[in-house]
């Protein structure tokens, strides 16, 4: 199953590694990993996206929990909760393509954010199966480039992940 | 009181208690050293490796349950400590370890000796700090200290660069008087309904059984532990870590439990009907094949770290908390509900282990004219009268001296289990001396260990440490041996050390004294011998039988009640 867990952790020098390093010697699967400080500069907060069995993901929440920097983490996966990715897609736009691409962004919601005679850079937002499904709509050929910033995610409501 | 971050360093420690610390100078360190040089408080002890130092500290640790020290210099210095490092993570031992970096400006920059040790020993340690800003080194040292020797212990490992410990720039210091940390809050009392929930299903139990780990030892919930079971009147097994945490020579005791562990314990695990765990962590020795780990069993388990419950074994009753005050609620429990287990399920189970403990696994061939191994610890246990510090190295004699020296105490029994660490056992023999200067001090040890940490033979003469060596010579690396009889058809690849050092002359040159033993006959007199010099290290020297095993043995992947016993045991189908 896959799991959005959501950490905070002290905005230290090192404490990423912890965290990445731990997935790595314990054989952890890692989709995606996004880290940014917070409001509360003493703060970052990252999101990992991961499967496994449920008692693989009970022993990554267990070993997150037990690095010192961790100050918090909650499985968003087990709640409501609202995930989002942004994805920049640089495409071949020439001639009677132009159209075409800008009608695709726009059913995705897509951003055309730079244009060049030959090409246009896309921004889209959204869960991941959405914007797989934008690439999947683009001409494989028409593809120059694609940036994605990994998974991150909110619970719903008025619930919060604060210290 | 304004210091320099070298003073600041040394003062912290003063601050901490610290009596001994293990070092090894260059220079990164030198700054510290001055400082040290300048004081008699926290004494000094120089090994001549720095894999001496870690595990001489990890001796002293584990034998008197207060952190160890030590003291190494940047990039060799620092990377030679790492094996010690990595031996006290595995077995949840309180280390400080301060590490000499290149100085904050070079950093990064492959400086002479630069290594980077908090990225190196990141997987093994319990948490490690860089510090950059003379300002936090008091505070560095105060979060150290706690976060080691707290919760589950471990090694702390702080990195100082050498431009921070400057003797030109000093600065205000006070030692704060305490820490708290919003990331790391250890649990201590565990849940009462939890507690409640272990109880009812121990006191409704037919077919109990207790199985108690290092955590019992690192907890000092030896007295704890002792009054639940006595008051149960259950049976206990102990892991290898947790030899001690229940006196060996009582009734109750069934032995160690695992791959070589006594019949009697691990037959009892196989057929029990309620396990409680009590801080152990089911590690691969010990379970065996997971899938017919205590199958019929309902287990309950006790630990301070909540990762290692339902790790490899998906426990019933998970109680997360300190083992001494969750041993000590369970009792209150018990004698206020007047309640007892069923006296008669008890008499029968009793009675069947009986009949497992009549097949006395752990006989030997007593008439054989070579030395037996098992012989030697035997008597060494006698003349000791059990009570005697005893450090191993790692091999069969670790296996033999843990079957057959009985441990009543905790603390006694000093041993890398975890990482499986040879050369542990010297050093940390050295370290243990230094903590209980009148208690005897074994390591029991085996021709290849030794020559791994061989080297602190000159530590132990220049600090007067007056360790018993007593080296367990098959000529084999006879573990490695064994596994090559049983599973490589005798196939004994590079496990034979052809050419040994003279280890009696090897003992005179580093001022000790040496002895060769090769006769069964022998053996008590050299040992009571030996044990008269009080005030020297003995090096004795005995020529053991190469062709012996360690038995039983539960092969890797199988299950416990599918030993291999000693050959020559008959298995009455009935025990079975
Ligand atoms: C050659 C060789 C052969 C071996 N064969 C065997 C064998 O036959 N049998 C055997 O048992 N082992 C054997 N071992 C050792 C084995 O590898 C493990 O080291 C050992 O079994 C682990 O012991 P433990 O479960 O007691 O855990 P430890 O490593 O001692 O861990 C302690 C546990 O207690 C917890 N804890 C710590 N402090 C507290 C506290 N205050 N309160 C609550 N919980 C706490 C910790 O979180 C941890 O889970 C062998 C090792 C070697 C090198
Ligand atoms: C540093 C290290 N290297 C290798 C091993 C693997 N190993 C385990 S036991 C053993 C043999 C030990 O031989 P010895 O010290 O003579 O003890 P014996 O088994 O003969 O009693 C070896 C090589 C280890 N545990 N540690
Ligand atoms: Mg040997």
Known sequence: MRHIISVLLENESGALSRVAGLFSARGYNIESLTVAPTQDPTLSRMTIVTSGSDEIIEQITKQLNKLIDVVKLVDLSESAHIERELMMVKVRATNGGREEVKRLADIFRGNIIDVTPTSYVIEVTGEKSKLDAFLQALRDEDLIEVVRSGTTGILRGERGLHV | MELSGAEIVVQCLKDEGV??????????????????????????????????????????????????????????????????????????????????????????????????????????????????????????????????????????????????????????????????????????????????????????????????????????????LTTLTRLLDFPITNTLMGLGGYPATDRQFVGMLGMHGTYEANMAMHDCDVLLAVGARFDDRVTGKIAEFCPGAKIIHIDVDPASIS???????????????????????????????????????????????????????????????????????????????????????????????????????????????MGFGLPAAIGIKLAHPQEEVICITGEASIQMCIQELATALQYRTPVKIVNLNNGYMGMVRQWQEFIYESRYSHSYLETLPDFVKLAEAYGHVGMRIDRPADVRPALEEALKLKDRTVFMDFLTDPTENVYPMVESGKAHHEMRLAPGTAVDRELA
């Open chain 2, 19 to 224: 009596e001994y610390i293990f070092g090894y100078p260059g220079g990164a360190v030198l700054h510290i050293y001055d400082a040290l040089f300048k004081q008699d408080d926290v004494k000094h002890i120089l090994v001549r490796h720095e894999q001496g130092a870690t595990h001489a500290a990890d001796g002293y640790a584990r034998s008197t349950g207060k952190p160890g020290v030590v003291l190494v210099t940047s990039g060799p210095g620092a990377t030679n400590a790492v094996t010690g490092i990595a031996t006290a993570y595995m077995d949840s031992i309180p280390l400080v370890v301060i590490t000499g970096q290149v100085p904050l400006p070079v950093i990064g920059s492959d400086a002479f000796q630069e290594a980077d040790i908090v990225g190196i020993t990141r997987p093994c340690v319990k948490h490690n700090f860089l510090v950059k800003d003379i300002h936090k080194l008091a505070e560095t040292f105060k979060k150290a200290f706690y976060i080691a020797t707290t919760g589950r212990p471990g090694p702390v490992v702080i990195d100082i660069p050498k431009d921070v410990t400057d003797p030109n720039v000093k600065i205000p210091y006070e030692y704060p008087r305490s820490v708290s940390l919003r990331s790391y809050n250890p649990s201590v009392k565990g849940h009462p309904i939890q507690i409640k929930k272990a109880v009812e299903l121990m006191l409704s139990a037919r077919r109990p059984m207790i199985y108690s780990g290092g955590g019992v030892i690192l907890g000092n919930a030896a007295d704890e």
């Open chain 2, 311 to 421: 790790k490899t074994v998906k426990v019933d009753i998970p109680i997360v908390g300190d083992v001494a005050p969750v041993l000590a609620d369970m009792i209150e429990l018990i004698k206020t509900s007047g309640r007892t287990p069923d006296a008669e399920a008890l008499k029968a189970w009793w009675a069947r282990i009986g009949q497992w403990r009549s097949l006395d696994c752990l006989r030997y061939d007593r008439s054989s004219d070579r030395i037996k191994p098992q012989f030697v610890i035997e008597q060494l246990w006698e003349l000791t009268r059990g009570d005697a510090f005893v450090a191993s190295d790692v091999g069969q004699h670790q296996m033999w001296a843990a079957q057959y020296y009985k441990f009543d105490k905790p603390r006694r029994w000093v041993n890398s289990g975890g990482l499986g660490t």
